[in-house]
């Protein structure tokens, strides 16, 4: 908002009871125009403040000459003193003895002004000065500036016909320990206005809140008698409080002429105060009743297209240089247009200097932001011919890439400033295809998506497996395949063949002999630990002994399934004695470390695990909540490193999202809002900083949501153009996103974003592996991007934190729908749904199947499942896309012999369905607990799943599987 000036001002404590330690101005008759706002700098101190003071005086009322060093003596030959200020100058305002009084007791010394902007002609320059106070305590303070003189009745060639001569006074409200701003006005310091005429014109303000309201300053507030109006004219201007349009009819008004004689200009001061609701600032300047004598049917100057659109707003960069041209000009021959602009950022230049005259009249405005110009710069250009003024007012709003903040014109910000990372530093997308940061692995590409993000897709890159006995080898899936020499019939001992052709008896499918023991899962083995020991999860068979099954639903896993969130009626660590269900987090890393080494000593794995469990389950449980009967806590997510668990909770009434941090052991509760429910909490990212959910309350009641005002403040629907709306007042399940690290700087409300808006519809989180991924599935029956107005539940991915959203199906059968998405890091999306989605059209009859969809150019879709009268759901995929679990009602490996099996596994990469195995304490078949519960959670290389019934119990277990569990003896892969 800013510029960079900084004052030179020494302040002094200005006791105001006593006047004579007060600056006293002197009668210097110099004042044209004043504007005084403050913006809040509590990055330096919570109660630090910055004011900006913006003054016009008289310019042949200084000369550089008494000031030495200060002034730097520029030179003009428009006065008969040679030495008056220009642009860049310095201005010791000592004629009057301008001051700034905090309203806290203390005041400026004389302040000096830097100056950016003069008119010769008019005999005006323009002076800020930027002063930053710190003040004692927090509250609401007055400050002000009191001095003399106004322009006396008749002065040079100038009358002033309402308040010749007297003092003025500037104030503000400051509200001290907030984050608000007063508002600004880019005025210029004389408007011109017909006589006997209507006098129209717009004030230009800006200001954080966004809404500004505009009157007329008191007598008290403004330090003279009268506004505009009578007894010198027959009519008072108006002024509306919202627009800030400016009227006035000027007929009957006492003119110059009259009051001083022939030659002399008429000038009326004026004075009115912008508010925001919290704050406000005053802005005194002249309007000049303008010559009708010869003007005949003149036509005003207008700015021409070269100009910037009057009104706009140009999105920069600190650091991105800025070139732009004003111009204008005037359609009647032989006129003259003066152009002159103010409010323009320190550092800037216009080439030529202002005021320039011509017709066209022009001038160039270089300028470079630096760091500390952060913020809007509203300019205003007058365009003036002999008879009349144009304004035109333009905002340049400053951003600073590189600060992590989307901000104005910026499409992305990923906190450098670099090239090469798919947001460039211009914190723009660099363009799709374009290259990225290398992950190292030659069987994928490294290209930007267009939308800031660095994709990796699978390749058909040539490339070397390392191994000596397969040739032409090329990257199929992500994976450098290569032909070798196993099946021809002969055994090579030198490319560590065993044996030659395999018999899937003798010898497996890699030409290796079938021997338990060797730390090979091999034809007929279901695991191979390199160990024939009873005990360790690999029996002496290499058949899989029981898993470890703890009492618990909902699991929620990090990573390798070493963390592990939960829920359970179990009273682990003593604080669930009335068996509520409660959240429980599962330290299993520590946890399998005692459990090896009681292992060692011989002891029965199925005794060790149940005596941590019954007695030492304080080193490996805590339990996050701790809720009376009634209560019902659900649902838990963890982040990757499992350092942060986030739930749902009707303790208060409502279900509502709740968020626990390990490291200082504290619960936060994310969302409160009275009948309303928030569901579905999705922790993304591994430090868990960003918590996806969706909730029918509102909970950003005044930010635009969607269309073409997404993110801009707002107090109303009518304020979000575009199809937005202004939170979410209709109460439509929406998805949401908490940035806890904004929340530690700004507080939990101003750490929430509204993603989605829809007038009807609702849209329901999915699950995402909680590792680095930085996009999220869901599914929503709303019409977010123009392509779903049936109403279907369709699969949406949203990017990152933005408002990127991708339909990822789109299933016109208004019968059909596609649900229950899960995201992996690898950008593949698993669902279920009734409708067919890939090209072979496989799902015509309208089962229940499991699908995948890659992300690519273009996307595709794969059908995992085809089958009839059967359904599957609640699918789960690994962080690396390629394990797909879920529960199913359909015998699908009846050759295997799982006719009772519930839940599967497909490996897309070997394109190989794998039966879930469980063995029993005593045989070997499955113990009666097939039955699903939870849906399935699969994690970087385990799987975690809950089933009903432990042996001898009928409450749900929550059960862990490492994909060695996975990859069974073979047959039933298909092509192995």
Known sequence: MFGSATTRAILSVCVLSILVLCPVPADATHFRFGHLTWQPRTDVDPNAVEFQFQVSARRSAFSCASHPGVCDEGTTSTYPEPERPLVGDT????????????????????????????????????????????????????????????????????????????????ETVVNVGSDNSAPVTSLPPIVLCPQDGLCSFTVPSSDDGGNVSFRFSTPGEAGFSRQPGPPECPSAPSIDAVTGAFLWDTTGCELGTDACGAGFTTLY??????????????????????????????????????????????????????????????PDA????????????????????????????????DWTPAPGDAGFHTITCTA??????????????????????????????DGNTNDGDCCNSGCQFESPGSSCADDSDVCTDDVCDGFGICEHPFNSAPCD????????????????????????????????????????????????????????????????????????????????????????????????????????????????????????????????????????????????????????????????????LGVVNRLPSINGNGRVVAFVSNATGNDEIYRYDRRDDVTVQITNAAGHDSNNPNLRASKGNLLLFDSTADLVTDRCVSGDKHGALCSGAVDCTGGGSCGNPDGNREVF??????????????????????????????????????????????????????????????????????????????????SEPAQSRKKVISFSSTGSLDSAANNSDGNSEIFAWFDGKPPRYEQLTNTANCQSGGSSVDSFGRLFAFHSSCDLLPAAGNEDQSIFVYDRERTCLLPLVIRGAVDEGPPPRTTMSGLPQMSKRAAVLTYEGNVGTADPDVCFFTTQDLFVALPPCVGE
């Not at 550092?347 to 405005?365: D, F, I, Q, R």
């Not at 144009?390 to 905002?395: A, D, G, V």
């Not at 000593?601 to 005596?611: F, M, Q």
């Open 465 to 628: 497996d390392g191994d000596q006995c397969t040739a032409n080898d090329v990257c199929q899936a992500g994976v450098c395949l290569g032909g070798d020499s196993c099946g021809d019939g002969t055994a090579d001992p030198l490319c560590g063949e065993e044996c030659d052709p395999p018999d899937g008896l003798t010898c497996d499918f890699t030409c290796q002999t079938v021997v338990c023991g060797n730390g090979i899962v091999q034809s007929g083995e279901e695991c191979d630990d390199g160990a024939v020991e009873p005990g360790d999860g690999c029996g002496p068979d290499c058949k899989l002994e029981e898993k470890l099954c703890i009492p618990g639903d909902n699991p929620a896993v990090a990573r390798a399934a070493k963390r592990v969130a939960f829920v359970s009626t179990f009273d682990y660590v003593g604080g669930n004695a009335d068996g509520s269900p409660e959240i429980y987090f599962f330290d299993k890393k520590s946890f399998d470390k005692a459990l090896k080494k009681r292992l060692k000593k011989g002891e029965v794995k199925a005794d060790v695990e149940a005596d941590l469990i019954a007695n030492f389950a304080g080193a490996y449980f805590i339990q996050l909540t701790d809720s009376p």
């Open 737 to 818: 996103l908490y940035n806890n690290k904004s929340a530690k700087k700004l507080g939990v409300d101003s750490a929430m974003r509204q993603l989605t808006a829809a007038p009807l519809g609702s849209s329901e989180i999915g699950r995402s592996v909680n590792f680095n991924t930085r996009s999220t599935a869901f599914s929503s029956t709303a019409d977010l991007t123009g392509s779903n107005s049936e109403g279907n539940k369709e699969i949406y991915r949203i990017i990152r934190d933005a408002e990127t959203l991708v339909q990822v199906t789109d299933v016109a059968n208004p019968l059909r729908e596609s």
């Open 334 to 365: 032989g006129d003259s247009v003066a152009l002159n602009c103010v409010g323009t950022p320190a550092g800037a230049s216009y080439t030529p200097g202002l005021p320039t005259v011509g017709n066209p009249a022009a001038s160039l405005l």
């Open 384 to 413: 003036n011919d002999a008879c009349e003024q144009s304004l035109c007012s333009f905002t340049l709003a400053v951003n600073e890439c590189g600060n992590g903040l989307v901000e104005n014109g910026e499409q992305c910000d």
């Open 269 to 330: 001061s004026t004075q009115l105060t912008l508010e925001d609701g919290s704050s406000k600032s005053a802005v005194d300047f002249f309007i000049q009743l303008g010559q009708t004598a010869g003007c005949g049917d003149n036509a005003p100057p207008s700015f021409t297209a070269a100009s910037p659109v009057c009104g706009s707003t140009m999105a920069l960069a600190v650091g991105q240089s800025a070139s732009i041209v004003v111009e204008a000009d005037d």
């Open 91 to 170: 201005v010791v305002e000592d004629l009057g003895g301008t001051t700034l009084c905090f309203g806290d007791g203390q005041c400026t010394s004389t302040l000096e002004f830097d100056v950016t902007a003069i008119d010769a002609t008019s005999d005006w320059f323009v002076g800020t000065v930027t002063i930053p106070y710190t003040y004692a305590s927090a509250g609401n303070f007055s400050a002000s500036s009191d001095d003399c003189c106004r322009l006396n009745e008749c002065s040079g060639i100038n009358a002033h016909l309402n308040n010749g001569g007297d003092a003025y006074r500037l």
